[in-house]
């Protein structure tokens, strides 16, 4: 048997009240890959953050080679030879991969191109990467950007790497080729963690899967002895009753209808690829994935926001009874074909509010067209301020205040409340609940309810399955940009649908990328 | 060096900064009155180091040169309106966060359309609707001016800081061309336009050369304050400076906002460039707006893009600048110590923005001093 590369005993980590990991162990050898599996928001990142030094544990322990380590810079990670690949690049544009490759090293002499590219060389040719290290980054794929990342830690003598998603950017057949280099170098003798939530490739690649869940540590198996069900019930959990009283929909009729619609991202990559589902008034629709599905793409799309390339939004009035296609239609032609539409985005200080102008302000971004006179009029925007801070008790010094100076919860609350004022048909909110404590969410829970009740269709993305399954009518699971199934949010179970947003589906375009 | 592993927690700086929260009005002002009396101390230190002259003595003199006569405080509050104007103009700008750095060109291409009215058509028409013509021309060639590069950084977001600045050099070159055209000696000099039938040149109202120039940009100050404060437009540019993002969210066409306020910003520059030939130089130079349109910026940002603070902070630079002339002719120093003095200054006051918004803590020594 090999030696122990890494080994972490007992690691806790907390921001302030709440607990991102706790008591978690994992162990990894010399020549192993090992995946760490969980849901979003289970404390992979931040238990990898904390090997790489940009967090420091409150409590446990890291051996490194078996002895005791004490890693409280990236830097120090870097003398321990660990190394990171972060989801999101850091590279400079403007410099060739070599130039990157080096950069902040602190070597002694002049930097010299030729012999860093002759060791760039050696590199790659080791463990068969496929890499010019003249070329500039902003000329670089996607995929040629995280050769560089990985050639980099390398080159530093990493022999332990932390991987965190490095397929969630890559298309199927650059994630075959990631995988051949990860093996060659396992074969070398290094040790791989990787940071991943597609079932499949846990299976494919990894020797063991540690899997966390709401920071806790659930457990280690051996990727021969796993399947996919196996890993499925690990990351989600037994269902756990949350007590929201949910009401069967009363007459429910056809609201927005979506078919076949398509949309790539600014790197080309398919984020909606073929979705169709309907949305109906009087019922809450759960959309469940992992983060980055194509979730953001699909509701930006229905709000005007999105380009796409194919297909329909149809939308159907309640009022006229008359259909409107909103496809690349902009926001203010939604609004003027009276289609009573609201939106609560995922980044509510960035998109659906301004932070730093005060509530009245901010209820005016909604209002402010009405009337032909070329001043603001104040005073509605006022009265609905004050309504929302009564009436969902919103907590905030006086209605001028920067909204960014309230706590999460009640630039929610701020949010949702005008959002709800306009008293719309449709009404699309994402991540509601996300970084609320449990009496806001609750709030928030019964507004939407309210909604329902009143004949809303609304559509509500969330991420944690427990308040999918008891807060929705039905649940439709996206997982890269496909729509994986539909399931009655009264009888499915939580492993259905954890399984349905890990399947990766296939289809026989998979290979139009190259 | 060497880093000790088993060293649990890590030193903390002696010095460390944090936000403030809101301050009171009071709270500010205080704060304000404390850093410019400091800089008042700094500056009269710094004058007995250079100079060994008394700071009491450079400091009456400063007054004498803004304060002293009738005359002087006319031409206080002339420079202090174009000042205060073209800060006005760039300020719908920058309130989007669109960098307009040439607010000098635009203004001097306002200033160009003028004269070449002046120059063409000034025997045509009665100088009433020659004033008015000369209006509408500098308007005109200073929103063009500005408007290239909002129809670029809209349309292709091309980096509009270098690009207005960029345009300040052709507008100075242009100047240089027209005058070339027009100067038939050769001196490269354009004496006063119409000095005999002074058609196109503002009247003097109660006697005063100026004061029709400050009522102008006393009501344009009120304008841009109401414009950017009550108006929809003004709104707008808000929304669209703060966050690209929920502009588009709320349906804002983001496109035509950031061209119709740099118009706007331009128009104004225009306006100014019109006050400057009518009311003031009645001729042209490459260098007739004189660095006005980079103190603005900063002149603009002190204000924190407010339309009334603006009034002060233009008194304030523009006593600066005058002060720092006077002490060089009357204490025959070099006016380079006039000019360190102004620089101490504003330095100052801009620096009052940090402790206003932060707070400096020192930290206290830790019981076993730990050694790096």
Not at chain 1, 55 to 80: M, Q, V
Not at chain 2, 248 to 277: D, E, H, P
Request: proline share 3%.
């Amino acid at each position: 048997m090999s030696k122990t590369a890494i080994e972490l005993r007992g690691i806790t980590k907390r921001f302030g009240s709440v607990v991102a990991n706790h008591n978690v162990n994992l162990k990894v050898y010399k020549g192993e890959i090992l995946s760490l599996l969980g849901e979003n928001g289970s404390g992979k990142t931040t238990l990898m953050n904390m090997i790489s030094g940009i967090y420091h544990p409150d409590e446990g322990e890291i051996f490194i080679d078996g002895k005791l380590a004490h890693i409280h810079s990236p830097h120090d990670a870097f003398n321990y030879k660990i190394g990171m690949i972060h989801q999101h690049f850091k590279l400079v544009d403007l410099f060739s991969a070599a130039e990157n490759i080096v950069l902040g090293l602190e070597e002694k002499g002049k930097f010299n191109v030729r012999h860093v590219s002759e060791r760039v060389a050696e590199i790659s040719a080791k463990y068969g990467f496929d890499i010019d290290p003249n070329k500039k980054i902003y000329e670089m794929s996607v995929s040629e950007k995280q050769t560089v990342e990985i050639i980099k830690v390398l080159y530093r003598g990493a022999d332990i790497l932390i991987l965190d998603e490095p397929t969630a950017v890559l298309t199927p057949q650059e994630t075959k080729k990631l995988f051949d280099v990860l093996r060659r170098m396992r074969d070398d003798g290094k040790a791989i963690i990787i940071i991943t939530h597609k079932l499949h490739e846990v299976l494919e690649l990894s020797d063991k899967v540690v899997v966390l869940r709401h920071g806790e540590y659930v457990g280690t198996v051996n990727t021969a002895e796993a399947n996919e069900h196996i890993l499925t019930e690990m990351m989600v959990g037994k269902k756990v009753e949350l007590n929201i009283t949910r009401k069967a929909p009363v007459n429910p009729q056809d609201r927005l209808v979506v078919e076949h619609i398509n949309c790539r991202n600014r790197e080309g990559i398919k984020v909606l690829d073929d979705v169709s589902f309907v949305a109906r008034s009087g019922e809450i629709l759960g959309i469940a994935g992992i983060a980055g599905s194509g979730q953001r793409e699909l509701l930006e799309a229905i709000a005007g926001l999105q380009k796409l390339e194919e297909g329909s939004i149809l939308y159907y009035n309640p009022k006229t009874g008359e259909e409107e296609n909103l496809r690349n239609k902009t926001p203010l032609q939604i609004r003027e074909l009276g289609v009573r539409l609201s939106f609560v985005p995922e980044d509510r200080l960035g998109m659906g509010l301004v932070g730093n102008m005060g509530m009245v302000d901010n209820m005016m971004l909604r209002s402010y067209r009405k009337g032909n006179s070329i001043f603001l009029e104040r005073s509605e925007p006022e009265k609905l301020a004050k309504q929302i801070i009564e009436e969902l008790e919103v907590v905030t010094p006086d209605a001028e205040t920067p909204v960014r100076r309230l706590s999460g919860g009640n630039v929610q609350k701020v949010l949702l409340g005008r959002e709800i004022a306009s008293s719309p048909t449709l009404l699309m909110a994402a991540y509601p609940v996300r970084g609320l404590d449990i009496n806001s969410s609750y709030l928030i829970y019964d507004l939407l309810n309210e909604q329902k009740e009143k004949g809303v269709a609304v559509i509500f993305v969330g991420e944690d399955l427990d308040v999918l399954l008891d807060l929705c009518d039905r649940i439709l699971v996206i997982g890269n940009g496909r729509i994986t199934g539909v399931v009655d949010a009264r009888t499915a179970t939580k492993n259905e649908i954890g399984y349905l947003m890990t399947k990766t589906v296939y289809k026989e375009d998979a290979n139009d990328a190259t | 060096m060497q880093r000790d592993h088993t060293q649990k927690k890590r030193r903390e700086p002696l010095v460390y900064i944090t936000k403030r929260s809101e301050l009171s009005l009071k709270q500010s002002l205080t704060i304000r009155a404390c850093v410019i009396l400091a800089g008042i101390l700094l500056c009269a230190l710094v004058t007995i180091l250079l100079t060994g002259v008394n700071p009491l003595r450079v400091f009456a003199s400063m007054i004498e040169g803004s304060f002293g006569t009738p005359r002087k405080i006319w031409n206080l509050l002339q420079s202090t309106a174009i000042l205060l104007g073209i800060s006005l103009a760039v300020t719908p700008a920058f309130k989007m966060r669109f960098w307009n750095t040439g607010a000098e060109g635009q203004v001097l291409v306002g200033m160009l359309a003028s004269v070449a009215c002046m120059f063409y058509i000034g025997d045509a028409l009665p100088s009433w609707l020659l004033i008015i013509v000369m209006l509408f021309a500098s308007i005109l060639a200073s929103a063009v001016w500005a408007g290239i590069p909002g129809i670029f950084k809209a349309m292709w977001n091309t980096n509009e800081t270098l690009f207005t600045l960029m345009m300040n050099y052709v507008a100075m070159q242009l100047v240089s061309f027209f005058i070339m055209l027009w100067v038939p000696s050769g001196s490269m000099v354009l004496g006063i336009v119409n000095p005999q039938s002074k058609n196109g040149w503002f009247p003097s109202l109660f006697g005063q050369q100026y004061l029709l120039n400050i009522l102008i940009v006393a009501v344009m100050t009120i304008l841009v304050y109401v414009y950017l404060k009550k108006s929809k437009q003004g709104y707008e540019i808000s929304v669209v400076g703060e966050s690209e993002n929920t502009a588009r969210y709320i349906g804002i066409n983001v496109k035509q906002v950031i061209i119709r306020t740099v118009l706007i910003s331009g128009a104004l520059c225009g306006v100014m460039g019109w006050i400057l030939v009518a009311g003031a130089d009645h001729s042209i130079t490459s260098n007739s707006v004189g660095g006005n349109g980079f103190t603005a910026i900063m002149i603009s940002w002190m204000s924190k893009f407010n339309p009334i603070v603006m009034i002060f902070s233009s008194i304030l630079v523009c006593f600066l600048q005058k002060g720092a002339g006077q002490i060089a002719s009357d204490l025959r120093l070099n006016s380079s110590v006039g000019e360190v003095l102004t620089g101490i200054m504003i330095l100052i006051i801009i620096s009052s923005e940090f402790f206003v918004n932060y707070r400096i803590h020192l930290r206290k020594k830790q019981k076993g001093g730990q050694e790096a």
